[in-house]
């Protein structure tokens, strides 16, 4: 059942207005409307219209109010005012930017203002006619980054390959990377997969993604260079188990070091250490469609030589897309939860 306000606006609905707003302010925080007149130096009875809806104030006030309702609240209201502020943009009708937008916002202040000025816009439920257009754009780029994330290191690397006449081509067994050749391999293979993040978040939220994109590079590398290092292939393979069995124990431990280390970095930062059960259901599952992936290599009649090939292909291709999703839908689900 939604909760209904006392001016009448329900949760859920539409009307996201500077009134329903201002009310839903001082309901949650206590304060009187005099504070807010007093402070701002105007009429009580100002106060009275911006509640009713007879007037709105200019842009030019939000500064002010925001710096008002911080300094005269306490953290726990206006956590709570936060939280309820957060729950309610997720469910109004809004185009899937400007929620992201306005969730993606750190601190208390920045998310008040945020939600202040989105009050103040016309025609909420902001479902505007260029929404499908903005949509469709929206899709082109996360497809367009996934394919950077999964192809790009891949085929630098084969390209590198070419160039120094090194022998560590896609799936090749007749050599093991070891030493600067594995940091290589590592780095460039780890890095095309976050920096899509980059170009599909805003500028103005690049700033903050920089430090988690980066953190996930350095981890992933070194993650990807500690299995080679360790010779935990080499290990699996003289254990005496069937051949599917060796590789598949293979394929999930090497999915699992490349994948877990540096999306649970980058998903505390997200969330800021509150991971949700998505957020842990995410680091396992370039995991799991690898080891579906390996499954599925099992089933093809093919000559060993090509299927070997396919494989690594198949693997590296799977493990990096779904990587690049699943720290996508990480960070969007540290946003449309409230935790960002």
């Not at 025609?123 to 996934?146: K, M």
């Not at 990096?320 to 946003?335: D, E, G, H, I, Q």
Request: proline share 4%.
């Amino acid at each position: 059942m939604e909760k209904v306000l006392k001016n009448g606006c329900r949760y859920g609905e539409s009307a996201f207005t500077f009134a329903f707003l201002f009310k839903l302010v001082l309901d949650d925080t206590g304060l009187k409307p005099s504070v807010i007149a007093h402070e701002l130096n105007r009429e009580r009875s100002l106060m009275y219209k911006w509640l009713s809806g007879k007037s709105t104030p200019p842009v030019s006030y939000f500064p002010d109010i925001v710096s008002i309702v911080s300094t005269h609240t306490s953290e726990a209201r206006k956590r709570i005012l936060e939280n309820k502020l957060r729950s309610l943009i997720g469910r109004i009708s809004l185009c899937r930017d400007v929620r992201t937008t306005v969730l993606s916002a750190d601190s208390f202040d920045d998310f008040l203002s945020e939600c202040l000025h989105l009050s103040v816009m016309d025609g909420i439920a902001l479902e505007t006619q260029g929404d499908g257009a903005g949509e469709l754009r929206w899709q082109t780029l996360v497809f367009s980054g996934a394919l950077f994330a999964a192809l790009f290191g891949g085929v630098l690397w084969n390209l590198l390959n070419r160039l120094f006449r090194w022998p560590y081509f896609m799936g090749s067994i007749e050599e093991s990377l070891r030493g600067t050749h594995a940091l290589l391999w590592a780095v460039v293979t780890t890095a095309p997969v976050p920096l899509p993040l980059l170009l599909l978040s805003r500028p103005a939220k690049r700033r903050g993604l920089i430090v988690s994109v980066t953190l996930f590079i350095v981890i992933g590398s070194l993650s990807a260079f500690a299995f080679f290092s360790l010779g935990i292939r080499e290990v699996i393979e003289s254990a005496g188990w069937s051949y599917r069995m060796q590789e598949s124990i293979i394929g999930v431990l090497f999915s699992l070091m490349l994948s877990l280390p540096p999306l649970l970095a980058a998903s505390l930062i997200f969330s800021r250490g509150r991971l949700a059960w998505g957020h842990v259901l995410l680091l396992f599952l370039p995991a799991f469609t690898v080891f579906l992936t390996l499954c599925i290599t099992f089933l093809i009649d093919r000559p060993a030589a090509e299927i070997t090939q396919l494989r690594g292909f198949a693997v590296a291709f799977v493990l990096r897309l779904t990587l690049f999703f699943s720290l996508l839908w990480a960070y969007r689900l540290s946003a449309n939860t409230g935790m960002r």
